[in-house]
């Protein structure tokens, strides 16, 4: 369990109290909170992804559940006409900016950098751990690197995206930050 | 947990991420202040609720958030098939071939 600056203006926000419930020594999987991001909600009609792609220079996935990844950002394909792109904190305005480059057709960018936090799940124990409130099969056949979807854990809506074979990144809305942290809580005890 | 085939995900999904929204293949009238009281009302709340294979309208809430349709068997439960919204409905031969 990491604890940084960023965990700190969690426990502000939301009383969440990180880096207890969650360690229990000799379980094969860490929590980890990350650090504050720019996220931005995209949305644009299948019929002008080419164009807008080709203005603005970013590369967006086309196929659904997929992502596209490079140093700058990671864009999500959630739907036909919908991504998520996040992308660290000082790249938002030039992303912002590319995107203006686009006049030929609507579309709709918004800013949703605060409305998520993230964490990274990791380690051998992982998928089992997430599967605690997720139902979705997490084997790697069916569930492969880089593969991405917006599903639910419990009641709350996430969006679950695998970076490797055993880290996967979570973006959940901020506000139920704390009872995903305690559904975790328990499910962790008694993995 | 039951499962339901997403035809825009192409993805067997539990079925906690889908909401139901209804009778399917229901076109709004092309002019609405044309019509009676009762057309109006039939229109807005009259439904088949049938016995059996009924065509219905659902929403992948918790994933592509698209509606899309599906046939499904009311007395078993069971879905025969899902299609996107705008395809044409499919027909009893098709169906009765995917119930078997």
Redesign the interface.
């Known amino acids: 369990m990491s604890s940084d600056a960023t965990n700190s203006t969690l426990e502000m926000d939301q009383g969440v109290t990180m880096g207890q419930s969650l360690d229990h020594p000799g379980q094969s999987f860490t929590v980890e909170l990350m650090g504050e991001k720019s996220r931005f909600s995209l949305r644009l009609r299948e019929s002008n992804v080419a164009a807008f792609a080709k203005a603005t220079g970013l590369a967006l996935p086309t196929k ?2 997929t992502v596209y990844r490079d140093d700058d950002a990671l864009i999500m394909c ?3 006409d ?1 991504w998520l792109i996040i992308a660290a904190p000082e790249v938002g305005a030039t992303l912002q900016e590319k995107c203006k480059r686009h006049t030929a057709s609507p579309f709709s960018l918004v800013d949703v950098s605060h409305r998520n936090v993230a964490f990274h799940i990791g380690g051998e124990g992982a998928a089992q751990l997430i599967n605690v409130g997720c ?2 099969d997490l084997d790697l056949a069916t569930f492969p690197v880089g593969k991405c ?4 854990f419990e009641r709350a ?1 996430i969006v679950l995206f695998r970076e490797t074979e055993t880290i996967f990144h979570i973006e959940i809305w901020r506000s139920f930050a704390p009872y995903f942290l305690s559904v975790l809580s328990n499910g962790g005890q008694a993995q | 947990m039951m499962m339901i085939e997403c035809p825009i995900c192409n993805e067997k999904r539990p079925e906690l991420e889908f909401r139901y929204a209804g009778e399917a293949h229901i076109a709004r009238p092309e002019n609405p202040s044309a019509l009676s009281d009762d057309e109006w009302a039939k229109y807005l709340f009259i439904r088949n609720n049938p016995r059996g294979t009924h065509f219905e309208r659902w929403v992948h809430a918790h994933g592509c958030a698209k509606f899309f349709n599906a046939v499904r068997d009311t007395v078993s439960d069971k879905f025969v098939m899902t299609y996107k919204c705008g395809e044409q409905r499919p027909s009893p031969e098709t169906i009765a071939e995917r119930s078997s």
């Open positions: 659904i559940n959630l739907a036909p919908e139902p979705l979807t917006r599903t639910i809506e």
